[in-house]
């Protein structure tokens, strides 16, 4: 097997022709007959982050990529697009997690062609922002028995990312490190936390009932919460589903993204630091959300009823 670090040397030399050929063929199977004459020319067009998303998934199927199999043709295309331009960790992460979860003996299965559009219209701040709740979830709930697609379970995987903990892992631009943390600073955070979860949602990557802010927001939502700047999110069935696809699970049930059977290794290049906090349970909220339901039912029969008199 080729040595990773060698592999990028040589195709920052623009000498890889032995390498991502041979690689390209144990990835891509029938599909790299496919593509004809262009392929013949793939050494030399394919720049150093194509190679590197071609070598992450590699990493990420192991020995599975010795096995007979292939990519789908539209798979193989969009991954190509994408990965020439790739120079964020995390993206290309996802791009490789995607090919790598592509890869089976019906080279027609073209599923990922979907999860890649979907990372297309990502930012790389809301690509991280996905990663860092589902690591966060898959950390913080792993061995219970909850499902993102059950209508009950997901509300009690809800989390809550303190402001601090989005800040320690960089889903901010570098230079918001370098000042003060002020009222303008946190209204910026704000702006680009709203694009991150307003986008997220959008895809159906978290529920879109998400929420919070500033320290007297948090508080006034949740008063037995301890209160601190933050945001409340909550998984969805898809946000699972693209998760498991960037880490090479393809074939696993978003019901058992929980499972303690299910190991996730890390993505390298992406450290998490620490974990948010699990938010409470919402037992409570639930029995006063079906009060209240009742009392608005039984008022709107009141006045039904009411009126029908008056006639």
Same mark, same amino acid.
């Given at each position: 097997?080729?040595?990773?670090?060698?592999?990028?040397?040589?195709?920052?030399?623009?000498?890889?022709?032995?390498?991502?050929?041979?690689?390209?063929?144990?990835?891509?199977?029938?599909?790299?007959?496919?593509?004809?004459?262009?392929?013949?020319?793939?050494?030399?067009?394919?720049?150093?982050?194509?190679?590197? *998303?071609?070598?992450?998934?590699?990493?990420?199927?192991?020995?599975?990529?010795?096995?007979?199999?292939? @990519?789908?043709?539209?798979?193989?295309?969009?991954?190509?697009?994408?990965?020439?331009?790739?120079?964020?960790?995390?993206?290309?992460?996802?791009?490789?997690?995607?090919? !790598?979860?592509?890869?089976?003996?019906?080279?027609?299965?073209?599923?990922? @062609?979907?999860?890649?559009?979907?990372?297309?219209?990502?930012?790389?701040?809301?690509?991280?922002?996905?990663?860092?709740?589902?690591?966060?979830?898959?950390?913080?709930?792993? $061995?219970?028995?909850?499902?993102?697609?059950?209508?009950?379970? =997901?509300?009690?995987?809800?989390?809550?990312?303190?402001?601090?903990? @989005?800040?320690?892992?960089? @889903?901010?631009?570098?230079?918001?490190?370098?000042?003060?943390?002020?009222?303008?600073?946190?209204?910026?955070?704000?702006?680009?936390?709203?694009?991150?979860?307003? $986008?997220?949602?959008?895809?159906?990557?978290?529920?879109?009932?998400?929420?919070?802010?500033?320290?007297?927001?948090?508080? !006034?939502?949740?008063?037995?919460?301890? !209160?601190?700047?933050?945001?409340? *999110?909550?998984?969805?069935?898809?946000?699972?589903?693209?998760?498991?696809?960037?880490?090479?699970?393809?074939?696993?049930?978003?019901?058992?993204?929980?499972?303690?059977?299910?190991?996730?290794?890390?993505?390298?290049?992406?450290?998490?630091?620490?974990?948010?906090?699990?938010?409470?349970?919402?037992?409570?909220?639930? !029995?006063?959300?079906?009060?209240?339901?009742? /009392?608005?039912?039984?008022?709107?029969?009141?006045?039904?009823?009411? =009126? /029908?008199? $008056?006639?």
């Amino acid at each position: 097997m080729e040595d990773p670090k060698l592999i990028t040397d040589l195709a920052t030399l623009g000498a890889t022709a032995w390498a991502s050929k041979e690689l390209a063929g144990k990835l891509l199977g029938p599909t790299f007959d496919y593509f004809g004459g262009e392929i013949g020319n793939f050494a030399r067009k394919c720049n150093v982050n194509i190679t590197d *998303v071609f070598l992450r998934a590699r990493r990420i199927l192991k020995s599975k990529v010795d096995e007979p199999g292939g @990519v789908s043709p539209r798979v193989v295309k969009d991954v190509l697009d994408q990965a020439a331009f790739c120079e964020d960790a995390m993206v290309a992460e996802y791009v490789a997690g995607v090919l !790598a979860s592509s890869r089976s003996e019906n080279s027609l299965d073209d599923r990922g @062609v979907a999860y890649l559009a979907v990372i297309r219209q990502l930012s790389t701040f809301q690509l991280r922002m996905h990663y860092l709740v589902y690591h966060s979830i898959k950390n913080l709930l792993n $061995g219970k028995e909850l499902s993102a697609l059950n209508f009950d379970d =997901a509300p009690h995987m809800r989390v809550f990312l303190p402001m601090a903990f @989005v800040r320690e892992n960089k @889903v901010f631009p570098t230079n918001y490190d370098q000042r003060l943390v002020t009222t303008d600073v946190f209204n910026d955070e704000h702006v680009l936390l709203t694009h991150i979860f307003n $986008g997220l949602a959008r895809h159906d990557l978290i529920d879109s009932a998400w929420w919070g802010g500033s320290d007297d927001i948090v508080r !006034a939502g949740e008063p037995e919460f301890a !209160a601190q700047s933050g945001y409340f *999110v909550t998984p969805t069935g898809f946000g699972v589903e693209l998760f498991l696809w960037a880490h090479g699970f393809s074939s696993t049930d978003v019901t058992a993204f929980l499972s303690s059977q299910l190991l996730l290794e890390a993505l390298p290049d992406v450290p998490v630091a620490g974990l948010p906090l699990y938010s409470p349970d919402l037992t409570k909220e639930r !029995a006063r959300k079906e009060i209240a339901d009742k /009392r608005e039912t039984d008022a709107f029969v009141r006045r039904t009823l009411a =009126a /029908r008199r $008056g006639l």
